[in-house]
């Protein structure tokens, strides 16, 4: 989908398929936006890609349980526990084919595990080496909007962080190449939403061509792929909407009417 800019306001659409880079701190963080990616690929063969930054390392402990479905011994300390990267890698490739997601990076930066302090990212990853990768990804493909994760006060620092450095990365370029950057969060319906939403979409909705099955069937399925999660498997039709507002420079009218164009 391109937005071309006009002496109108908002700007005119044209109806291409849209194109989509999620960038996410951690393998299993697109469950944020499952529908809404599932919806933009499959339903309107629209182009979604994907940037992981860490290698997943973190989050071990309730590993345990999907240690008896690979054969594995992913308790902590047990002797398969360091293979968890190389599955959460694969986790995130089958859940990324659910979706259909056609590129996904892996950027490899160490997950020393849950903080809500930005700092802590920033200490642990190799800063310089991210922002090149991420530029670079940006610069050499034409996206309509990136997604990143909520960067609110309590949501996972890594998050912040991935989202405060998207936010400079962008602002650094000029304003016809920019994509729009959307933070996304996923909510329940009947409760307030942290930030004023320009799009909500909804995973209650009917998936096209799927008689009454709904879309929160593929957020089930992607849940599942992630054996190794541990207690994400108890989230599993917590969240009946993905909300999203816009971040840095984007333009609240130009956001809604790109999202107005998915929904
Ligand atoms: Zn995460």
């Not at 590129?103 to 990853?125: I, K, N, S, V």
């Not at 990804?137 to 309509?144: G, P």
């Not at 498997?233 to 971040?247: I, K, N, T, V, Y």
């Amino acid at each position: 989908m391109t937005l071309v800019e006009t002496t109108q306001t908002p700007p005119v659409l044209i109806s291409t398929p849209p194109s989509v880079l999620l960038i996410a701190a951690h393998p299993d963080d697109e469950y944020y936006c499952a529908a809404t990616l599932y919806r933009v690929a499959r339903e309107l063969n629209g182009i979604v890609d994907q940037m992981i930054v860490t290698d997943g390392a973190g989050g071990h402990r309730f590993a345990a349980l999907a240690g008896h479905v690979y054969g594995l011994d992913l308790t902590e300390g047990g002797k398969d526990h360091a293979l968890l990267p190389e599955i959460r890698r694969e986790e995130s490739l089958r859940a990324g084919k659910l979706l259909g997601v056609r590129h996904t990076e892996f950027l490899g930066q160490p997950d020393p595990g849950y903080t809500q302090q930005e700092r802590d990212a920033h200490r642990a990853w190799r800063l310089h080496e991210l922002k090149h990768r991420i530029e670079k990804r940006i610069l050499s493909h034409v996206y309509d909007a990136i997604f990143v994760l909520s960067p609110n006060p309590g949501e996972h620092g890594h998050h912040i962080a991935v989202a405060n450095l998207t936010i400079e990365i962008l602002d650094m370029l000029p304003a016809q190449q920019r994509p729009l950057l959307l933070a996304v969060e996923p909510a329940h319906s009947s409760r307030p939403a942290t930030n004023p939403p320009v799009f909500q979409f909804s995973r209650s909705r009917a998936v096209s061509r799927a008689e009454s099955l709904t879309y929160s069937v593929i957020v089930n399925w992607l849940i599942a792929e992630y054996k190794s999660q541990g207690l994400f498997q108890l989230e599993s039709g917590r969240h009946d909407c993905e909300r999203f507002w816009p971040l840095g420079l984007t333009d609240p009218e130009r956001a809604r009417y790109f999202l107005a164009q998915i929904g």
